[in-house]
């Protein structure tokens, strides 16, 4: 049995990887690109949120476009995950975009408001 190690977590993808079969290991490899997508969207998403709240932009706008961008991020790794031709990879794309397009409706929101 293959024990964790907790002084290098990050390895341990490679460490394993031998011991899988080839579309596993491409599975667990997009597993892993899809959570660093994730993690390089946050950014995105949280100043999106602040700035339509500092904004005074009402709750239900932010909660439905926070909830359309929390529900395409889902999406988008399951669909990552399955990911194995054009046409998946074009819809991952596309929910991808999505989750961008409701981050930039909370800016755009944020930035119309007149205060001057």
């Known amino acids: 049995m293959h024990a964790y190690k907790l002084v290098s977590p990050r390895g341990q993808l490679e460490k ?23 993690l390089e969207t946050l950014p995105i998403f949280y100043g999106a949120v602040l700035a339509a709240l ?10 439905y476009y926070s909830g359309m961008f929390l529900v395409t991020r889902a999406m988008y790794n399951v669909i990552y995950i399955l990911n194995t031709d054009r046409i998946t990879a074009f ?3 596309t929910v991808w975009g999505a989750g961008i397009y409701s981050c930039l409706r ?3 929101a944020a930035a119309s408001t007149k205060r001057y």
């Open 54 to 63: 500092h904004a005074g932009i009402s709750r239900d706008f932010v909660s």
């Open 16 to 38: 394993v990887e031998s011991k899988l079969s080839a579309s596993a290991a491409a599975m667990a490899k997009r597993a892993e690109s899809a959570h660093s997508n994730g």
């Open 91 to 93: 819809a991952r794309s």
């Open 106 to 108: 909370l800016f755009l």
